[in-house]
């Protein structure tokens, strides 16, 4: 297969090199009580043309959350909004308004639920069962559950337009994409909105869809593809971590000033139920003023709530299984799930010291052959504190082992559970990461970056236990190098946050409130074949060429310098594509011909056709590059001919192997 770029000189008419994917940014960008939505809304007359509402999506892992605020003719001190209720079904026939919409979706067999028992206030016959309903029935029957489907989206192995969910569903069972699960969560929350809203079309307002920020470039790109499905293709994206931040400045109603001090590097830490999400802010000044500058963001880490279920089911199978008795895994499923109600109940509650699990058998009734134990609150401590935040030096790293060749489907989490281990690589690894910063000043002798405040988001850290270890372990690497303790930022709604924040982001753009600045979070490089003679055993050299520096913000575009390459059109070819969170100073056309694995990461490969334009299939285009951040926070990447101007835009939406 040839490769998409290569150099082109007098001689060059040989096929190219090979080259491949993503890259991408998006905005860098915080939380009060929710006022639930009554339904009882003012009106307003549509013919003013502008957006009446800035609305906030959450679109979560394991929930979504929907905000919003009235933005026109309002000044800040206005500036107030609301989380709506979501009205969804619970169970068949029943419907009810709650502030969360779980991220779950069921495949319910034909038989299984009764003609128009699934109507809402919108349909009469939803095409999918969706949020509280489905987590209800999928905690009864998992092989019909899908879940995780964020996960799934940024999952560099598989196709997300492909129906892959459940990914453990017998062969009987119709499956959905990641991405239809996405789109499906979606729909109902815009329909939702327009039950509620009906003189408020949601296309015409101001929306905001966060995504975690360590998000790649094609799920970003497949968040959007969705928004568009369901005709939000005026919405833009905005990194969960900073809608964190915005939630908790919007709530602080300005007093955030008095809580944060020039010099001060604020450590967001993100656990949700799929992943964590690890970002660092600084706060400097600017002619007097305070200012936010997100400065580092961490790896996209499968690491959260799922897999602190998982292991306390594991616990509990443990304590059921005998030597002629083993749980089966559609009981180990369900298992989970229990064990997730559970856990929360524990946490919730300080009066509950155990649970009761009960496990059906199948062909058994659940009151006589069911298995029967409990979860205790010393076993949730033990297994979610001790084996997700033990107390490890700064100097540890996550443990890396080598992995089979041969693995059933699946996500790829991180090997390593020690959420603290994962958190002492990135504050190492981003020691520098303020060097540019005048009022930002480390001790010479650090070996870390040393954060002197903290923001919690995500509903794992609503557990007052796993919220006081982490700031422990943090505070004892401090002390260690004659650092102050950090503090915590308090009074964040680790539920409802997100969606807050990223309503607040949407006024922050009509030029009110304060602004983080960010752009992209990583640098970002395309790979560059050499044009080489064939050498047996010598694979083409490839250079990393920048095409998107660090902190290069939406809406901007970049020119690379002269240099000229030949694009190969026509037929399929591969893009390769690295980002860098560590390289800062390279601009856009530096020329990396090596780097080591903790300076680039290589994203995943794609494969695409460009289209012919009239020219020959295979043929080698002499072009110049050039990459813009858009508007909605995704990276394009343009080759121009430089003989007639055509333009051939590559897109990432290419997970599901559609050419750009």
């Known amino acids: ?287 007097g003023n305070l200012e936010l500058t997100r400065v580092a963001v961490g790896d996209h880490i499968l690491l959260g709530g799922d897999n602190m279920d998982l292991a306390l089911a594991y616990t509990v199978k443990a304590k059921l299984e005998t030597d002629d008795k083993r749980l089966e895994p559609w009981q180990i499923q369900a298992l989970t799930h229990s064990c997730r109600d559970a856990k929360e109940k524990i946490f919730n509650h300080q009066d509950i010291d155990n649970v009761p699990i009960v496990v059906a058998n199948r062909g058994s009734s659940l009151i006589g052959g069911a298995l029967r134990t409990e979860l205790t609150r010393d076993e949730v401590n033990r297994v979610l504190v001790e084996g997700f935040l033990p107390h490890v030096s700064v100097g540890d790293r996550p443990v890396s082992r080598p992995r089979s060749g041969l693995r059933t489907a699946g996500l790829p989490y991180a090997q390593d559970a020690a959420i603290t281990r994962h958190l002492a690589a990135f504050l190492t690894k981003q020691l520098t990461a303020t060097d540019e910063l005048n009022d930002i000043n480390l001790p010479i002798h650090a070996t870390f970056l040393h954060p002197t405040a903290v923001l919690f988001n995500g509903g794992v850290l609503k557990a007052e236990g796993l919220a006081q270890r982490l700031m422990d372990v943090l505070n004892n690497w401090l002390r260690a190098e004659q650092a102050p303790d950090a503090r915590l930022l308090g009074g964040a709604d680790l539920d409802l946050a997100v969606a807050r924040g990223a309503t607040y982001y949407g006024f922050v753009r009509k030029g009110k409130g304060v602004r983080i600045k960010g752009g992209t979070a990583a640098s970002d490089y395309v790979g560059i074949e050499s044009a080489m003679p064939a050498v047996p055993g010598l694979p083409p050299q490839i250079e990393a060429l920048c095409i998107a520096p660090f902190g290069m913000e939406e809406g901007t575009r970049q020119e690379l310098p002269d240099d000229e390459f030949g694009l190969v059109i026509g037929e399929p070819v591969r893009f390769r594509f690295f980002a860098s969170t560590s390289r800062r100073d390279d601009i856009a056309g530096t020329r990396l011909d090596y780097w080591t694995d903790r300076e680039l990461d290589e994203l995943d490969e794609i494969e695409i056709t460009l289209p012919e334009e009239g020219r020959k299939p295979g043929e080698v285009i002499p072009v110049h590059l050039g990459a813009a951040v858009t508007e909605v926070g995704t990276l394009e990447l343009n080759a121009v001919s430089q003989t007639d101007g055509t333009n051939w835009k590559i897109e990432f939406d290419v997970r599901a192997g559609e050419s750009g």
């Open 1 to 287: 297969m040839k490769g998409l770029f290569g150099h082109v000189s007098n001689e060059d008419t040989q096929s190219p090199p090979s080259v491949a994917p993503e890259t991408i940014a998006s905005t860098s960008e915080f939380e009060s009580q929710p006022n639930v939505d009554n339904y009882a809304q003012p009106q307003f007359s549509a013919d003013h043309g502008q957006p009446w509402f800035s609305v906030g999506i959450d679109l979560g892992t394991t929930h979504c959350v929907l905000s919003y605020a009235k933005i026109d003719g309002v000044e800040d001190a206005e500036f107030s909004q609301q989380v709506m209720a979501i009205p969804q079904l619970s169970a068949p026939g029943s419907v009810e308004d709650k502030l969360q919409l779980p991220s779950f979706l069921y495949l319910a067999h034909s038989a299984e639920i009764a003609e128009g028992s699934t109507a809402l206030p919108w349909t009469a016959r939803p095409q999918h069962l969706v949020g509280e309903i489905a987590r209800n029935l999928g905690s009864k029957t998992p092989i019909r559950l899908v879940s995780s489907a964020k996960s799934w989206l940024c999952h560099a192995g598989v196709d997300c337009k492909a129906p892959i969910l459940p990914a453990d569903a017998p062969d009987e069972i119709e499956r959905v994409s990641p991405f239809q699960a996405t789109t499906a969560y979606l729909q109902h929350l815009v329909d939702a909105w327009h039950s509620q809203h009906p003189d408020a079309p949601l296309a015409q307002q101001d929306v905001v869809i966060t995504v975690p920020a360590s998000f790649d470039p094609a799920a970003r790109e497949l968040t959007v593809e969705a928004a568009r499905a369901v005709g939000l293709s005026q919405a833009i994206l905005l990194e969960e971590p900073q809608a964190a931040l915005y939630s908790w400045i919007e709530k602080s109603h300005g007093d955030w000033r008095k809580q944060a001090e020039v010099g001060d590097i604020i450590l967001v830490i993100d656990v949700g139920g799929g992943t964590t999400d690890l970002s660092l802010i600084a706060v400097t000044q600017n002619n």
